[in-house]
Every structure is written in C-alpha cells, then in structure tokens.
C-alpha cells in the first residue's frame, strides 16, 4: 500500500474512532429510570465499533513509522497518546454510565474522552511534523475546556460554570491564532544563524561576513562579451489559435521571451529594464548556477526592478546546457504571464545535431504554448540527421511529454548530460515544473511528432523535407496521441556511470513537506509548509563552503511539489529507499510525489543565500520557500521591503 493511502487510511481511521465514540456519548441520556435496553446496545456498539477504528489507526500509524518517522511523528507522540487517554476515560464513563451510577461524570468522561480522540484528529493538521509543543498543549487544554464546559451543560451548573469554561475556551483558541499570527510577523530566517551547524565542522567564528551584493561575477571575468537586452512589458498576444492573451514578456511579441543562445566561454551580460510591469521584475538563471549576486531573487540577492529600473547580470558561459530564465518576483503571477524565456549555452565546439529546437512548454489563456506558439508547429530536417529536442516545463504542475514515430534518448536532463541511455520508443518522459530533458533521436523517413499531455493540438512536428506530414493542423490534432498511454521512463533506472565519489556527509538536512493551517503574509491560509513553517520563517538550510550535504525530503501532503534549489544541482541518491541505478543524475528542481522520500547530495561550492523552494509557484506563494544558507553570507535586501515578493 502506498504511503499516502495509509495516510488517508490512518486520518479515515481516527475520524471515524473519533465520530462513533461522540455518537455513543451523545446517545448516552439520563433518564430517571436508568438507560433502556434499547439504549445500551446503541452506545455499545457504537463503542465497540470506534475502539476498533481507533486500534486500526493506532496500528496504521505504526506502519507508517515504519515508512519514515517524517509520516508519523505527531501521530505516535501525540495522536495515540490522546486517543488512549480518551479512550480510558470513554471506557471509564460507559461502565459507571451502564451502572446508572455517577450519571453526569459518566456521560461527561464518555464525551471528554471522544474530544480527546478529535484532537488526536486534528494533530495531524494543528500540530504537524515536526511536533509543535505549543500547539499541542493548546489542543490538550482545549479538550479539558470542552469536557468542563459539557460537564456544565449537562448538569445544568448555572450560567457562571457555563460561560465560564465557555469564555476560558474562547481566549484559548482566540490566544493561540493570535500566537500563530504573531509568529508570522516574527524577523524573516533566511540568513545562516550559525547554530544549525551540523558534524564536526563546529562554527569558528573566523570568517568575516560577506554581504550578497559581493558575489557578483568579477569586472575582468574572462571571455568575450555576448549582450542581450531584455525589456519587460506588458504585451497582447494573438496566438495562432486566435486567441488573444494579455501576457507579459521579456520583449518580442510572443509569449515567452527571447531565446538566449550562447556559447560556451563567452561572458553573457544581460541588460534588464522594466518598462511597465508594476509588480516588479527581476530575472532568475533557472538551473544555471551563476554567483549570488546575480541570481536575481527579489528580497534576497537584489531588489525588484520599479518600472522605468534597470539591472544588468554578468555571468561566465562555463556550464553547457538547457536551462530557462524567469523573474523571481511576484513570479507565482510573473511566470504564468509569460516572464520567462530559454537560456541554451551551447558547448565550445558546437551543437552535435543539425536540428536544435528549445521548447518551452507552457499554458496562457487556456491554450498550450509550446516555444512561441500554439497549435501545430512544422520543422524539416533530413532522414539521417540527428535533432535534439530541449523540452522545459514552464508549468506549474508536472507534464509528460514523448516523441512518436522515431526512438529517441534523453540526453540531458536538467542542463548536465546523461550517459549511456538506451534508445527509447513508445515512453513517455516526466517533466516537474521548472524541469528540462533534451530529447535526441535521428530523422527517419516519416514524420515524428512531439507530444505532451496538456493538448492534441499543440504539437510539433518534424519531417524530412517533402514528407509533408503534420500539414494539416486539424488532422494533426485527430491523430491519437501515444504520450498519454505509454509508460512513463524511470530516470532514476535510465542509462549508466559509476557514482562519482563526494566523500563524507559533512552536513544534513530534512525537508518535510506538508500542508498546514499557518499564517502567510498576514492572512491565515491552508498553507504549503516545510518543516511545519512558512516562508520565511523555514530554518534555513544551514551550509559552510565545502560541505557535503545529504538532504532528505520526504512528502507527508497530497500533492506534488517539485522542490527546485538555487545555485546548485543536486545527485539523486536514492527514492523510497531504493538507490538510484542509472547513470548519475544531477538535478536542480526534484519531483517529489505525494508520500516519497528522496535521498539527494548537494556540494556547497557556490557560497550566497539561495533559494529552495516549490516550484508550483503557487504553493512557494503559499509559503513553501525556504533558503540554502551559507555561514557568513547577509543580505541587505528585504522580503516586503522595497515591494520584494520572490514569490
Ligand atoms: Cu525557477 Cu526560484 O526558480
Ligand atoms: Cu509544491
């Protein structure tokens, strides 16, 4: 069974113990004359049927202890135990209840102890993972307060016990969401304090501060200046479908940016300015890993650019690949807009294939967007030639993307290639948001179709000259589409290479995912968390230059996030607990599906304060943003000053 579904099982479980043990207290009256027959086997079997949901959620918590302490830790700590003291005091309350003795203690411990078996609900939500104490105290006093506020109602105690219990019930819980809304406010932690330090690398104390602003590439970096200009705007956009969007871009008149093709070696220098995004603009090197400073997060490296602002990123063109740009502020809104655009360095001695598309993919405005437009896109390239295909995921929810009528391999995922993967035919190949794969495969006789899971009629064809395939838009979109039923490639099992040697984990840190009740931004909201917080109140990462870093994520919520780290990529070690076989895969942005635990190693060699985050960018908006601290490195930008919303 998967995690998940024990996980739904464990909380249907304890719902279910919780709501029959409330039925039996609530059926429990005090008539005069002693409860009726009738009545007795009602509360019983009510009884008799929560005890055993409560066993089963007892025992379902255990296996999922055994699948990782991250799914169970507030359900073993907290949850069982307040199910247990319910249940001694329910059990409690029917014997005396059944007796006809100590009629209102009797049905006051039966309802009190079926608190205690909600609260132990609500645990997993209130107090999540790791175990918060003060929400669990606060959950634990509510209970007493509810029991003495029935034990008031029942015994008719007068309108001062009542209100009483009511009003000390009603300071709590207003006392602890105003705790919550003041922890929200509390100073952002997203610089290295220092005391996270994990191993032996104690902290000295040595090294000086380094503020963000002077990790920026040096004056006399080498190489030959390749300039861009990028204008943000406001545009309308007609797609090829008709469709009209009102989209903001990077310059052009197209949906997604200029594509930026540089070579390796060169020193790229791109000019920013804002022309009239009001939100504010910024650009991020998404997978790239350039130095700090010029990594373009509002709040955290620079600030926003104001309309009318310029900023200009200096980096060295050292690391050939297949990456993507969007701006990092405001960017839940941003992005989805059409801020963003492909960054493809190409190596020194050129591109291998004779055909090299970049292929953003992308929805505005109801229509899949693939490169620059919708709708059914023709390329020739001659039988026997090779064409490599560099597919991103703009999107904010993972796609699955194939190519029908040739095999294909993928050569690269994520900007770092891949060796030794076997020709691949009839596979799909999943994408995260954020994530990339180049598809390589040699033009055969016939037409070959790139197809993704968002639309039939968005696709792109390439044919060998004359072949005339994928003219026909309309019959294009009839064709049936293999990528929606064939099965999706495991990267973890694809290709070969040994495992290159990091040496000793000097550093670790757990990521848990979940989705929690918190504060964000001031308002409450049914947040994305990590570690039971939001950003920017998640600890950081905490990291020295040269660290060897193990990070563990685990998904305890029921959704995807493709958890994306700036500045870096990281090596897959293993997912639930079975090692990755393929050849070494490097990534920036991680999948993670509901329930997984992923094993990843990260070296700390490129020191600043950088992201990680979710890269459904509504979930980071949500609050699941969190940083990689380095020891030593500060930043004078703010999160909400200046109007800096990374998010
Ligand atoms: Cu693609 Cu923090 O971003
Ligand atoms: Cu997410």
């Known amino acids: 069974m998967t995690t998940t579904v024990l996980l739904l099982l464990q909380s249907f479980a304890g719902i279910a113990g919780a709501g029959l043990w409330l039925g039996a207290g609530f059926s429990a009256g005090s008539p005069a004359a002693g409860p009726s027959r009738r009545e007795r086997m009602t509360v019983l079997a009510l009884a008799a049927g929560g005890t055993i949901a409560l066993a089963a959620a007892a025992a379902i918590a255990v296996v999922l202890a055994g699948r990782g302490w991250w799914f169970a830790g507030e359900k073993i700590v907290v949850g069982v135990p307040l199910q247990l003291v319910g249940l001694v005091a329910s059990r409690v309350g029917i014997v005396w209840w059944l007796r006809g003795s100590r009629v209102l203690l009797a049905r006051t411990l039966m309802l009190g102890g079926a608190y205690a078996m909600t609260a132990a609900v609500l645990a997993t939500w209130l107090v999540g993972y790791p175990p918060q104490p003060v929400a669990t105290a606060v959950l634990a006093a509510a209970v007493v307060l509810a029991t003495g506020l029935t034990w008031a109602l029942l015994g008719h105690r007068g309108r001062r016990a009542t209100a009483g219990f009511a009003g000390l019930l009603a300071v709590l819980l207003v006392g602890a969401a105003g705790w919550s809304w003041l922890s929200d406010t509390a100073a952002p932690t997203i610089e290295a304090s220092g005391q996270h330090l994990h191993g032996p690398s104690a902290p000295t104390g040595g090294d000086p501060a380094v503020a963000v602003t002077a990790l920026r590439t040096p004056d006399d970096a080498p190489g030959e200046v390749h300039a861009v200009e990028l204008t943000a705007s406001r545009h309308d956009v007609t797609l090829a479908s008709g469709e009209r969007v009102e989209a903001w871009g990077f310059g052009g008149d197209t949906v997604a940016g200029p594509e930026l093709r540089v070579t390796e070696g060169e020193l790229v220098e791109v000019s920013l300015e804002n022309r009239d995004i009001d939100d504010g603009v910024t650009v991020h090197w998404h997978g790239y890993d350039v130095p700090n400073g010029e990594d373009g997060v509002a709040g955290v490296t620079q600030d926003a650019l104001a309309p009318g602002e310029r900023f200009t990123y200096r980096f060295i063109a050292d690391e050939p690949g297949t990456y993507w740009y969007h701006t990092h502020q405001a960017s839940s809104e941003g992005v989805r807009r059409g801020l963003y655009g492909m960054l493809v360095v190409e190596p020194e001695g050129g591109v291998a294939e004779s055909l090299d598309l970049a ?25 026997g030639e090779a064409v490599r295909l560099r597919v991103a995921n703009t999107e904010q929810s993972p796609i699955r993307v194939t190519l029908a009528g040739a095999p294909f391999r993928v050569a690269a995922v994520d900007g770092r290639d891949l060796s030794g993967g076997e020709a691949l035919e009839h596979r799909s190949v999943r994408l995260g948001a954020g994530a990339r794969a180049d598809l390589v495969f040699t033009m055969p006789a016939e037409a070959v179709r790139f197809e993704t899971d968002l639309s039939a009629a968005s696709v792109v064809v390439i044919a060998p000259p004359g072949a005339g395939a994928g003219a026909d838009a309309d019959e ?22 040994a495992r290159p040697e990091l040496g000793r984990f000097t550093a ?57 780290v700036h500045g870096h990529h990281v090596l897959v070690l293993s997912r639930d607990g079975v090692a990755a076989t393929g050849a070494p895969l490097w990534l920036d942005t991680v999948d993670v599906r509901p329930g997984e635990v992923w094993e990843l190693a990260l070296i700390a060699d490129n020191p600043g304060i950088w992201m990680d985050h979710c890269h459904d960018l509504s979930h980071a908006a949500a609050g699941m943003m969190m940083t990689l601290a380095y020891e030593g490195v500060t930043t004078p930008f703010e999160h909400d000053g200046h109007g800096n919303r990374p998010e």
């Open 476 to 497: 294009t979109a009839r064709v049936p589409r293999e990528v929606t039923d064939v099965p999706e490639l495991d990267l973890l099992a694809y290709g070969e290479g």
């Open 508 to 564: 670790e840190a757990d990521l848990v995912l979940d989705r929690l009740p918190r504060f964000v931004g001031g308002a409450p909201d049914y947040a994305y968390a990590v570690n039971g917080a939001v950003f920017p109140h998640i600890a950081p990462i905490e990291v020295r230059e040269g660290d060897v870093v193990k990070i563990t994520i685990a998904n305890r919520g029921f959704d995807v996030h493709p958890m994306h």
């Open 359 to 383: 292929l953003p993919v992308h929805r505005i405005g109801g229509e899949v967007v693939i490169g620059a437009t919708d709708g059914l896109q023709s390329f020739t390239a001659e039988e």
